[in-house]
């Protein structure tokens, strides 16, 4: 593997050439790293060096740069292409597997997809416009459809044989076993191929019991299949059960990683972004922020009303209007928590819908064992402020009490609505991750604060208020 | 694939069967089902019932039970071993990969497990004692040791012979070439050895450029090899570059899982649970939240203290209390957004630590435009809740203005200190997932009320204060 410090050296010498115009040593270079090495050195590139280094690799070697390319991502490997001719783009496209050329195309401008796509589809490799077909994010659209399937009588010796003719660099770890009529009947792992005798017919030595995905099965099915069975690629089948294409573990591991950032940019409280965070345009990356953030404001308005509800006792009480942000923040944090494992253990399958009474009543004894905790902690905070510094006036204890009986109630409702929240936008259908750290501490925050001034009211009574 | 409705059967079935005593049909169906799906019937029987269908499979396919057991998690397969004698547990665990027999000894009560490894280690199969003296999350915990290997001198017609001779159900795609000291020098896919004639020779058709891991390496960086490098499985050497075992792409799966995890567990502002939700205990999953809703709460206690500071002007001014909660959550919220966008762009790599400055460059423009477009709505809100109901007095729109001017600083700062904080924790070698949403928000809260008040203090000087 090129370490870091080799990479470095890499860049540099890239970046001397380019500026030089010493092509010969540059390409001597470029073609000694590995696709996914050329990848990484392009991102290190600017947008000019990356594109005359792409530029001088494909008049050398078409092949590999489009690989580079690919490694790259689609949303930095279609803007390499931008600038050239439809035609160009269509003859670059077809050294990629269709999988790999359909990322592309989507991040295409709008034109010149158009045009590459109508180009790709006169050439009859229609391969490309026909996975566009299905939609994003299913089998369909992911699947590679050059697959190697074989008839049931073919021997073992002739499936080497074709194995031999078909070439090709994609993962390539089984065989697949079809009828007359296409449908999957089979499939022959290679290992298994190299060990049995070469007149051996596949369909004496092929596993029938395959494991296969629907063409409109989503990608996150997908991705469950291929983990739990432990294989390296999955054939895809339509609703005949013909054998149509396969997806290999590299586009999986792509998959789950796609979906957990999606989680994990939507449990910080903004929309999936759907590009890497340096692709992202400006003002899309402000417009995806922007939607849930007004919502959660217009949400959080609703503590300026209730606020104003208790506008009186704060003004007999100001004391308690100091620990307005104490108190609601905790139910934030408690909610946070809870929602953040909830979400993650729904998304695995850990949990299922129908365990929310179980997590209910769990979260339920958590939340009181935190809040009683957090209780404890103002308490004593509050005592000490008062003999150390004399605080909190002649109701001191009466404040302590408020404030930590609130605390046990809305960290207790926090931590309910955090763990709930998930199971509730599951069951509308919705992403349980929607449920993010800003919204429900934005809910808890509302209710927080009518928690705390009716505790208050109750304590505080015929002293204070 | 088996579907959900056919599962549904099947667990029914199973239950029945068990409460019959029906032992024969039980078993049929048991051995039908892929350990995969086995497993996942496990999930849904009762703690009792899923012991009784275990003991049952034990006695008759022990090897067919235990990978069910394995593909059940370390965690519940453990304790589904747990109460036999530790002679019975040696020996079944022997049916597993070392790698997985690993996994469920570290999961058994202490006093077993030591009796355990101490039998393995009488019994020359001492390989699960030796991946345990291997740091946790390396390469070396991680790896089955047992690895095909053959000399370069070895032809190919004689690795199909070895390979015959080989066994074994785990994954497998690639024999490795090492020389007369174990060195790993090469690499040969099965495919290739299906393409060649039986008297080439390993060394004349195997790849030299072999990517490998360390075995002291991070499970991170094992992960990050596979994926860049579309690798199935990829050899872990030693110092010396000796072949000492192999990480196959399952594993890289479930790492990859973990990982994110852990993040998600962390950005929520817990610690990781390290086990699945529903597998901690009780008290367990209380301490990993307590710890940092603690440290949370202590922090968010200067807000008592910085409102404590302004107590002045809020009696003079009660109106500014009831706007805290909204200015002080919205810094949180754009903070917590900032704050999961890098976290996971690190995490992907998709920027590295010298990127920060770029990234707080975007970030500020970012919190401006976030912030003025909530001063905005906040101003609308506040203008119009005066025409319409009079609520804020004489001053509304010096109020307004406060409100207004405030966000945009608080969100400004929200925005910065999120997306900077990650950086900060990285820098300082701790995992970036650490600066939670809690986290931010607590930061944010305090600072936040201090940006308000100021404000305050400023535009409403001579009038409310």
Known sequence: MAGRKNQEVVITSIRRFLRMGATTNLLNILEKERPADLAEVFRHLSDRERRSAFDLLVARDRSRAMEALSELGAESGASLLEGRSAEDVSKLLAELPPDDAVGLVQYLPGELAETVLDLLHRKDSSEVVELLQHAENTAGRLMNP?????????TSGEAVAKLQQAGGKELFFYVYVIDDRNH???????????????SAKLRDIMTSDVISVGIDSDQEEVAKLVTSYNVVAVPVVDAENRLV??????????IIKDETTEDIQKIGGSEALDEPYVDTPFWTLVKKRARWLVVLFLGEMLTATAMGYFEKEIARAVVLALFVPLVISSGGNSGSQ???????????GEVKLHDWWNVMRREIFSGLALGGLLGVVAFIRIVSWHFMFGSYGDNWLKIAFTVSIALVGVVMWGTLSGSMLPFVMKRLGADPAASSAPFVATLVDVTGLIIYFSVAAIVLRGTLL
């Open 146 to 154: 050059r697959v190697f399937a074989l008839s049931e009588e073919t």
């Open 184 to 198: 999957l009947v089979g499939v022959v792992s290679l290992r298994r191929l190299l060990l049995v005798a070469p």
């Open 245 to 254: 294409g396969t997806i290999t573990v590299d586009d999986v591991i792509d």
């Open 338 to 348: 809870a929602a953040s494992l909830i979400i993650r253990a729904l998304a695995l």
